[in-house]
T-cell receptor, first 113, second 111 residues
């Protein structure tokens, strides 16, 4: 059973054209995360929501925004994608913060042309 | 902030051999150390984790050891099988901070 679902799995956008990636979860977890993973690199946390509280990592570019309209859904908005934003974007959830397992979605691979 | 170094970046073993992946961390406040396995084109999945009050943890063929003094922890896989082939990420977490991942180790198990 899918627990963390990401749509679409593959997304192609043009340079500078806004794009939105979607994540939903059936786990009823309090925390939702967005990671960026470039080829052969570690996942890098962009931001997370604890319930409705938004927490941005200090080095996340302003070009990246997020919305969490309800417990189940979280969106990643890239306002003006650049070629350097091409990557796999992973959504993850956890029951709480701290020493606890994070459940990852399958990811959305973003291509910027 | 926390920095996690992972070695080696690639590891090739024969089926049945053991594999060891090592990580070091910089923040002495880190207290949680998970290991994730990511098969090609799939999501990362937690395979084992260890907390700072424990020195070793084992789950069937997988074990993790932690040396807090030296600030390093290791993943040990015994009796490797082809399905163990994947990218393995270590990570470290200090209370109130984000999970910081190592750069990953690509493990190849040949039969």
């Amino acid at each position: 059973d899918a627990m963390v679902i990401q749509n679409p799995r593959y997304q192609v956008t043009q340079f500078g054209k806004p794009v939105t990636l979607s994540c939903s979860q059936t786990l009823n977890h309090n925390v939702m995360y967005w990671y960026q993973q470039k080829s052969s690199q570690a996942p890098k946390l962009l931001f997370h929501y604890y319930d409705k509280d938004f927490n941005n990592e200090a080095d996340t570019p302003d070009n990246f925004q997020s919305r969490r309209p309800n417990t189940s859904f979280c969106f990643l908005d890239i306002r003006s994608p650049g070629l350097g934003d091409a990557a796999m974007y992973l959504c993850a959830t956890s029951r709480g913060l701290g020493e606890i397992e994070q459940y990852f979605g399958p990811g959305t691979r973003l291509t910027v042309t | 902030g926390e920095n996690v170094e992972q070695h080696p970046s690639t590891l090739s073993v024969q089926e049945g051999d053991s594999a060891v992946i090592k990580c070091t961390y910089s923040d002495s406040a880190s207290n949680y150390f998970p290991w994730y396995k990511q098969e090609l084109g799939k999501r990362p999945q937690l395979i084992i984790d260890i907390r700072s009050n424990v020195g070793e943890k084992k789950d069937q063929r997988i074990a993790v050891t932690l040396n807090k003094t030296a600030k390093h922890f290791s993943l040990h896989i015994t009796e490797t099988q082809p399905e163990d082939s994947a990218v393995y990420f270590c990570a470290a977490l200090a209370a109130g901070t984000a999970l910081i991942f190592g750069k990953g180790t690509t493990l190849s198990v040949s039969s």
